[in-house]
């Protein structure tokens, strides 16, 4: 006959067991974004082949530099929780197109590729130590290093509201998804979601130092 107490601790400790495999697997997909983002693996596609559409919408995609900072982006929004959830990944992309509509009426903006690179850096940074920064003052750093992507995709993509839908689902995509891991992670062990976000965030410091270094 079973022991009821060793009944009763098996069902406390069962939701503890179906964790580890999906943290197992978590981990793993994050790592593989973070390399796969550290790497041109998409070309900037031709518009006149590929399409408006779709040349915007790789253009994120293409650089590294633009991948992690978003996937950042999104890992800081769910380690701070609340309302950082959704203000982060707003602030982002709106003013993401604000500095594309800078670049597209001419209006210049100083250093703009090393502003991108030190985005994946800072924001790597800030996820990997957990700072209690305020949501709004995270809002503005985010929002900051965002007018500098905006711009160069401004000056990289063409006037078609295609590229705009493009780039902008990309963007909304990449940071989503950047949540998400840390929130699939965070829902099935408490502390988990801090410690898996302060991982990502130093993975993607060192890949934001490898791409300065090669570069």
């Given at each position: 006959?079973?022991?009821?107490?060793?009944?009763?601790?098996g069902s406390?400790d069962?939701?503890?067991?179906?964790s580890v495999?999906?943290?197992?697997?978590?981990i793993?997909?994050?790592?593989?974004?973070?390399?796969?983002?550290?790497t041109?693996a998409?070309?900037h596609?031709?518009?006149?082949?590929d399409?408006?559409?779709a040349?915007?919408f790789?253009h994120?995609f293409?650089?590294?530099?633009h991948?992690l900072a978003m996937?950042?982006t999104g890992v800081?929004?769910?380690?701070?929780?609340?309302?950082?959830?959704?203000?982060?990944p707003?602030?982002?992309?709106?003013i993401?197109?604000a500095?594309?509509?800078?670049?597209r009426?001419?209006?210049?903006?100083?250093?703009?590729?090393p502003?991108?690179?030190?985005s994946?850096?800072?924001?790597?940074?800030?996820?990997?130590?957990?700072?209690p920064?305020?949501?709004?003052?995270?809002?503005i750093v985010?929002?900051?290093f965002?007018l500098?992507?905006?711009?160069?995709?401004?000056?990289?993509?063409g006037?078609?509201?295609?590229?705009?839908?493009?780039f902008?689902?990309a963007t909304?995509l990449l940071?989503a998804?950047?949540g998400?891991?840390?929130r699939?992670v965070?829902?099935h062990?408490?502390?988990?979601?801090?410690?898996?976000a302060?991982?990502v965030?130093?993975?993607?410091?060192?890949?934001?130092a490898?791409i300065a270094?090669a570069?």
């Open positions: 006959r079973a022991d009821p107490c060793a009944r009763a601790w406390v069962e939701p503890a067991k179906r495999p999906m943290k197992r697997s978590a793993p997909i994050a790592m593989s974004i973070l390399a796969a983002s550290a041109p998409l070309a596609l031709r518009p006149d082949i399409g408006a559409l040349a915007g790789a994120p293409s650089g590294a530099d991948a996937i950042a800081w929004a769910a380690a701070l929780g609340g309302r950082a959830l959704w203000q982060l707003l602030a982002f992309v709106t993401m197109i500095g594309f509509l800078l670049a009426t001419g209006i210049p903006l100083p250093f703009v590729e502003a991108i690179l030190a994946v850096i800072a924001i790597g940074l800030f996820a990997a130590l957990a700072l920064v305020p949501v709004r003052g995270a809002a985010v929002g900051l965002a500098f992507h905006g711009h160069a995709h401004g000056t990289e993509l006037n078609a509201s295609g590229y705009t839908i493009g902008v689902a909304a940071v998804a950047g998400a891991l840390v699939t965070g829902q062990r408490h502390g988990a979601r801090h410690l898996f302060r991982g965030g130093a993975a993607t410091v060192l890949a934001g490898w270094l570069s």
